[in-house]
């Protein structure tokens, strides 16, 4: 299994691009910088900014401070806002206690920010004056204890004075309250001058914007937009700048609709962004080396190797556009005695990567791409604990239609393969041919994605005529596995398991398979011909008498017993079988076709031509 979390180690080659985006804040030398990582959900923003962090980390010399900031942790407990001033205050608080210097100016800072969080509540006074803070507060007023005060709140409750004296133990009154926004400006001159006197830098690094619904989005981007153009403050910001455009058209929902769509969202997003740098989507190349660089991870070779294997790939990939390939047959010789269970891996990225890159559900995104491993991970996990042997290319040519096939196509063919005797898709075997001869596909349902569906076909291995039935056993998180057999009354399962235990040629079952009806007879000989299908010579194998008692019992089911015959490859008869089936009514027909047929062994046809009684 794979972890979703974001990482510090890379593993789809942004190194590149972190170095640069740290280069930048390094270079600004202490001048404000706001850079936006962007792109879709699940693309690596997370990841990216972690890269930058440490590339930072590896190149300061206690010049930065850096604070993490994760606006969806505080949704539904705490203003976003006063939030994420908080925590650079204390982040600074911090640093300072460490290291000796300006700790009264930082804590006055830490004081600012709690008093501009007052003046927020300030509309709510009149209810916590009566002990009734509101519910939406909650998270607010806890973060108070440290910080507030409430002189001259004479009427409050027990309650309401409970939770004021014990905010008033921590800080004594502000004197004389300023407004507002000279609050603010003072806020952002003690921030400057504060840093100033630590002779450092601070780098605070948003995530998961994106994450949040739009007040806690706006509301962050309010708080960012307050210390942002400020000396020796840089901010990187990922998010998916659709859904804070989108934030941007909620928060400014009453002003003209094509204001909000052309000027007013852009214009939003763009001052507060210096410098945009978007996450590059991964191309085919990526999403192989991608997928080797996890299943390497999880390989349990040693750290060191892993690491080692890792930078070549990197390596590689960043010089792709020479040309350069990314691929099995590249990194199967960097492993020194490599596992089998990593080759078939190794091999499986190969024959999967342009279905991830390409295919529209997934389209090259990393977590996409996680889940499906993770999904066959645990479905190779689930066949382990059950028993059922389960090739993994199989299992993952399966998942894949399943994930990009569309919901009808795969709903028909796990229809097929649960009609068929043996869980093969034979219809599938016309399509294979055509698109292995490179013709193009002809009377493919309408919903199958014609694109999609010709590059699965000719995708290893192929399967119309495997038996997936193990496959769609370990499958089964939406659609059930419904075979013929399972529509057997308990009478005709009964006889199904006395006539496989068959030996020799008897009657003993002959009046009780007599009283099925024609459609359960049927069904009785389905499931006898997929055992039968898997003899590989055919003389007198037990199978064949437990055949011909139904036959014998049900004269329908001669005639199906003899198309099962013909099918036989010719090679496989031993002359034995002759005598066995001469005197049945259906067998004629079959005997015929075998004495005509250039490839049946002399011995089966002087079989044949000798007269006399069968042995029955």
Known sequence: MWSDNETGRDFLNFQMIADTAAEMIVQANGQPLSLGVSGSW??????????IQKSLQAREDGKFIFVDFNAWLYQGYDDARAALMDVIARKLVKHAEENKTSVD???????????????????????MAHGIPPVWLAGDIAGFFEHLTAEGVASATEAGKQIVEGAKTVIKAKPTPDSPPKEIQELRDHFEETLRELGVSVVVFVDDLDRCLPATAISTLEAIRLFLFLRNAAFVIAADDKMIRHAVRVHFGDIDRDRIDDELVTNYFDKLIQVPLRVPPLGTQDVRAYMMMLYIENSGLDQGVRDSLRKAICK???????????????????????PKPLIEQLHTADRLAPFMASAKQISGNPRLIKRFLNTLSIRLSIARNQNV????TVLAKMLLFERCG?????????????????GKPRFLKPYEEKVAAGAALENVP?????????????????????????????????????TAADSLSPEAAELVTGLLKMTQPNKIFKDRLGKLSKPEAGLVMERLLVEAKQVQEWSQPAILWACMAVADAVPEQGERLADFLHTVPVTQLKPAIVPTIREAAWAAPVLKRWSESANTPGPV????????????
Request: hydrophobic share 40%.
């Open 406 to 422: 569309g919901e009808k196509p795969y709903a028909a063919l796990i229809a097929k393969i649960n009609e068929d005797p043996e």
């Open 316 to 338: 590689q990939l960043g010089e792709s556009w020479q040309g350069k390939r990314v691929d099995s047959n590249f990194v199967i010789p960097l492993i020194r005695d490599c």
């Open 446 to 482: 309408p919903e199958w994605s014609q694109d999609f569906t010709a590059k699965w076909l000719a995708m290893s291995p192929l399967l119309a005529d495997r038996d997936l039935r193990p496959a769609v056993h370990v499958s089964r998180e939406h659609l059930p596995i419904i």
């Open 605 to 616: 046809k002087k079989a044949i031509e000798k007269p006399g009684k069968g042995s029955r």
């Open 42 to 51: 699940g693309v690596g923003k997370s990841s990216m900014i972690k890269l």
């Open 389 to 392: 042997t389960v090739d993994e």
């Open 105 to 127: 100016k930082a804590k006055d800072l830490l004081k600012r920010v709690a008093w501009l969080r007052l003046a927020k509540l300030g509309a709510s006074g009149v209810a």
